[in-house]
């Protein structure tokens, strides 16, 4: 059984940083994309960021690019999620996801994606 446990949200100034970490067990990590998503209250979960299953590929929201980087570390089967110069709508409870189909890149959708953490919360104070 697949699962996925995210860990390092917290409350930050706005201008902070923060890194995500995503544990997974349960099948070969490095065969499988990650993606980070987020949801906002009152919005619906949005894509943030993917990676591909050897790590040589990622994809990012317009709204990130250039502040977040993804990255994995297949001997700890673990992805994270580095967020640099935080905004106040960068607050959301960030979940991490991954497919159920190996190998492959640039999975944008939530739909996507098979498998979910429970989700950590993000905080960014003006």
């Known amino acids: 059984q697949v699962q996925l446990v995210e860990s390092g949200g917290g409350l930050v100034q706005a201008g902070g940083s923060l890194r995500l970490s995503c544990v997974a067990s349960?099948?070969?990590?490095?065969?499988?994309?990650m993606g980070w998503f987020r949801q906002a209250p009152g919005k619906e979960r949005e894509f943030v960021a993917t990676?591909?299953?050897?790590?040589?590929?990622?994809y990012y929201a317009d709204s990130v690019k250039g502040r977040f980087t993804i990255s994995r570390d297949n001997a700890k089967n673990t992805v994270y999620l580095q967020m640099n110069s935080l905004k106040p709508e960068d607050t959301a409870v960030y979940y991490c996801?991954?497919?159920?189909?190996?190998?492959?890149?640039?999975?944008?959708?939530?739909?996507?994606?098979?498998?979910w953490g429970p989700g950590t919360q993000v905080t960014v104070s003006s």
């Open positions: 996801a991954t497919r159920g189909s190996p190998f492959g890149s640039r999975y944008l959708g939530a739909s996507d994606y098979d498998y």
């Open positions: 349960g099948r070969t990590f490095s065969h499988y994309a």
């Open positions: 990676i591909n299953w050897s790590g040589d590929s990622t």
